[in-house]
């Protein structure tokens, strides 16, 4: 009964209070403290930073938050690049998370259809999307990438054999793109010498012909050959492309690595 009237007096105290353990956001404090609110949303201020924007206009700076979640969605905070910033969680695993974070990238030309015309400006925006992980609730953001997760992962040697042939697919992908790259670029340079060592030759027996002309008109006149391009073009640019096949599968080995670690207690 005694159990009974407390568990009352906290709820009524929740309630009045408007704040509800289960059904309203939280924030996660580096301190071991978690606040709840009906709202959390990141912020980007000019003048303060990136902070959390939680209810009665509190605000929390991102290097006091541990992680924290909002109306789209569950993040971890980290300290990449010299900056606190906020990541996404994408899957959560048993031991490591995988999380991302956009970027956007805005570039304005200014284009005019003619001397007199006035120029008008085209806007285009890309976004990109990088991939991090976190290793235990409790640890720091990291970028993924084969070295970061070979860290991470070291004292388990399923996931190790994975990443290492993750690393064979991305050294014989660098390996395979710059040899069909130098390839292609000494196709196009021997084509441009042997072309331009034709229109040479064409030249001197333009010369010729014309001399000889006047003395024997109907002297043939001289054609200029014309090669196609270096089947070392062809060669290189096949090389380059095969390069792709095994970036591919580097993405299916990592993450591999990422659900054996995972499912290991």
């Known amino acids: 009964m005694r159990a009974l009237l407390i568990t009352f007096s906290l709820t009524t105290l929740l309630a009045l209070s408007g704040i509800s353990q289960d059904s309203l ?3 996660h404090l580096l301190n071991g403290s978690t606040i709840y609110s009906n709202k959390v949303r990141l912020v980007n201020s000019f003048t303060r930073g990136k902070y959390l924007a939680l209810d009665s206009n509190r605000r929390i700076p991102l ?11 569950n993040f971890a905070v980290g300290h990449i690049d010299g900056q606190y910033d906020a990541f996404r969680l994408q899957n959560e695993g048993h031991r490591i998370s995988l999380y ?3 970027y956007y990238e805005t570039e304005t030309t200014w284009l005019s259809s003619g001397p007199d015309v006035p120029q ?11 991939w991090f992980f976190r290793k235990g609730p ?21 996931s190790l054999a994975e990443l290492k042939v993750a690393g064979t697919n991305l050294y014989i992908s660098i390996g395979l793109m710059a040899a069909g790259a130098g390839t292609a670029v000494a196709g196009f340079i021997i084509t441009h010498q ?24 109907n002297a043939p006149a001289p054609t200029l050959p014309h090669y196609g391009i270096s089947p ?11 390069g792709f096949i095994p970036i591919f599968n580097i993405r299916k080995h990592l ?9 290991v207690p």
């Open 100 to 102: 991302s974070k956009c």
């Open 120 to 130: 008008t400006s085209t806007t285009v925006t890309s976004r990109q999307t990088a």
């Open 232 to 242: 070392l073009v062809y060669v290189g640019s096949a090389m380059a492309l095969s």
């Open 63 to 73: 290097g006091q938050v541990r992680d924290f979640k909002g109306w789209d969605g």
């Open 138 to 158: 409790d640890g720091d953001i990291e970028r993924v990438s084969i070295g970061n997760l070979r860290g991470a992962m070291a004292d388990n040697t399923s």
């Open 255 to 263: 993450f591999k690595a990422l659900d054996i670690y995972n499912t």
């Open 194 to 217: 042997r072309n331009t060592e034709a229109y040479n030759t064409f030249q001197k027996e333009s010369a010729a012909w014309y001399a000889n002309s006047m003395t024997n008109p």
């Open 25 to 27: 956001y939280y924030v």
